[in-house]
């Protein structure tokens, strides 16, 4: 997936309070920023997923997986780590995604996450996550990511 192309046989699921679509540039509260975000991942709105991200944000995921280590920049966070992800999602299959927990303090948010998909393997993903954010002027400027790994690569790599 890279960040222009829609996802036809996406179905996901948002918090009920992040349906609608806000003008990207009048978010600023950290945790409505990684809300917003988490919206746009579910209903596959790449331009907001886009617009979420500083420039010169940064992302990084644990373990030895075709997704981990630090991702730099706006554009690999999008279009290297989330179209890596999703690479290994089988797009015809629903692709869950729902928020359980935002915390936050000033311009750190910390979320937990299902998440659910088939991979391109045949086999069932299932995964509980957490983030670590960190928000600055209304974009997301870090993201560490924790999650188990090895049902990742079980799942999700052939």
Known sequence: MTATEPNAARTAVAEATATARPDTA???????VVRRYFAALAAGDQQVVWDSWAEDGSCWYGGDLPISGT?????????GFLATAFAHLDPEREIGIRV???FGEG???LVEWDSWATGRTGRAYRENNIGVFTVRAGRIVSMRE???TQHWERALVA
């Not at 009048?26 to 409505?32: G, K, M, N, S």
């Not at 991702?71 to 279009?79: L, T």
Request: net charge negative.
């Open 146 to 148: 924790y999650a188990d």
């Open 107 to 109: 311009e750190q948010v």
């Open 71 to 79: 991702w730099q920049g706006r554009d690999q966070v999008v279009n």
């Open 100 to 102: 359980t927990n935002v």
């Open 26 to 32: 009048a978010v600023t509260e950290p945790r409505d």
